[in-house]
């Protein structure tokens, strides 16, 4: 593992962590939602890292890991999150910061030169599937000496009214929520989607807010119809998901110092309100970022889980209907039949549906958090995702 900083071009140096996997002929990028949380946070400990937070507050190992197939890069994006530093508040345009993304790995690249001869792969966490659309999208078209090789919406949120438009109904219809918690959420959806259909962003955050809260609260502190704790699948004395005891592991002098943390860093929280408010007034929409990619022959991966009703399931397969690429013709959205590379003790939990270049990959009973739920499972369905696309003879 390393840790430190990476110039990102104007004034400021976004926070990385890095596993090397020497075998492995692929690098992964990822980049965490919110938007405002660090990647050096539930990422690394929580979601696809190699590191977990035992129940006595100390950091162990974790068996099921992106790093068990790939080199792993974490960013901390935008540069005000995590343990990031800058002196300029960052632009919060979704432009912007997939332009800091670039210019970031072209540090990274510079500091290990070798680096670029693996596939490159980038992840988006949740909200950060619009940052890593558009990161990709970027690379496609300017970069070609990078290997660009797919795009991975995990959770994603792709599209800001897709998304809001089909939360409460979907959440409802699952048991997810009560009827008199729908019915005290439906009008500030019917404003939020209302505002996003226009473009009004400054408009919508209040009332989408209302939304994204109402489902927050009523599966408290978990946005989700369950509590995680109980329902992932990680070693007895681990933790499953709990903030406070990363922030009070990384914000000791130890850590920081092992970690390579700036003095100017503020203390590590999981999420920057800062960045989330700012960030929150851009409602752009990652469908154009998609198609670009398609037409440019860059496989995407979209992988949802049908409990999650932050990003639903319903809301990914309406996002897919709005997208337009050149070889759509050939996308099936039924083709879930046969699956060669689907791990066979899992050969009853959901599908997968392909065509054209774009993946839809269905977790059975998981939610906004699969890889944390069920860490094995999509650890095995991520591996085989890498195996399809470095061997074509697989699909």
């Known amino acids: 593992m390393e840790a430190g900083y990476l110039w990102n071009g104007g004034t400021a140096y976004v926070y990385s962590v890095f596993w090397k996997n020497p075998i492995s002929s692929s690098l992964v990028v990822v980049l965490n939602g919110g938007p405002g949380e660090a990647s050096s946070g539930g990422?690394?400990?929580?979601?696809?890292?190699?590191?977990?937070?035992?129940?006595?507050?100390?950091?162990?190992?974790?068996?099921?890991s992106l790093t068990r197939s790939a080199s792993v890069l974490y960013l901390d994006i935008p540069y005000d999150t995590g343990f990031s530093v800058g002196v300029n508040k960052f632009t919060p345009t979704i432009d912007a910061m997939a332009a800091e993304v670039v210019f970031t790995?072209?540090?990274f690249f510079r500091c290990k030169p070798d680096m670029l001869q693996p596939d490159l792969y980038i992840l988006g966490h949740s909200w950060a599937a619009?940052?890593?659309?558009?990161?990709?999208?970027?690379?496609?078209?300017?970069?070609?000496?990078?290997?660009?090789?797919?795009?991975?919406?995990?959770?994603?949120?792709?599209?800001?009214?897709?998304?809001?438009?089909?939360s409460l109904q979907y959440?409802?219809?699952?048991?997810?929520?009560?009827?008199?918690?729908?019915?005290?959420?439906v009008s500030s959806q019917n404003d939020c989607v209302a505002s996003l259909n226009v473009g009004s962003c400054t408009k919508a955050p209040s009332a989408c807010s209302a939304v994204y809260r109402g489902l927050?609260?009523?599966?408290?502190?978990?946005?989700?119809?369950?509590?995680?704790?109980?329902?992932?699948?990680?070693?007895?004395?681990?933790?499953?998901y709990n903030h406070d005891k990363i922030a009070k592991a990384l914000n000791t002098v130890e850590w920081r110092t092992a970690l390579h943390v700036d003095s100017s860093a503020n203390p590590w929280t999981w999420l920057d309100q800062t960045v989330n408010l700012m960030v929150q007034t851009s409602c752009t929409s990652a469908i154009p970022y998609v198609n670009t990619l398609l037409n440019n022959t860059i496989p995407v991966w979209i992988v949802s889980g049908t409990d999650d009703i932050i990003t639903s399931f319903k809301s990914q397969v309406d996002t897919i209907g709005g997208l337009s690429w050149n070889t759509q013709y050939e996308w099936n959205p039924s083709k879930h039949t046969q699956i060669p590379w689907w791990p066979s003790n899992y050969s009853n939990k959901g599908y997968y549906a392909a065509g054209g270049g774009l993946n839809l990959v269905v977790m059975q009973d998981l939610g906004h958090f699969f890889m944390l739920e069920d860490c094995e499972w999509t650890t095995q369905v991520y591996e085989n995702m890498l195996l399809v696309l470095g061997h074509p003879t697989k699909k």
């Open 43 to 64: 990422p690394v400990f929580f979601w696809d890292g190699p590191l977990t937070i035992r129940s006595d507050g100390s950091i162990g190992d974790k068996s099921c």
């Open 105 to 107: 790995l072209t540090n």
């Open 130 to 166: 619009k940052i890593a659309s558009a990161s990709a999208s970027l690379i496609s078209t300017k970069y070609s000496n990078w290997k660009l090789t797919g795009l991975f919406l995990f959770s994603g949120e792709i599209d800001t009214v897709m998304m809001y438009k089909h």
């Open 171 to 185: 959440a409802l219809n699952n048991t997810f929520i009560s009827n008199s918690v729908y019915m005290s959420l």
């Open 216 to 240: 927050f609260t009523e599966s408290q502190p978990y946005p989700n119809g369950y509590n995680p704790t109980t329902k992932c699948q990680v070693p007895r004395g681990y933790e499953c």
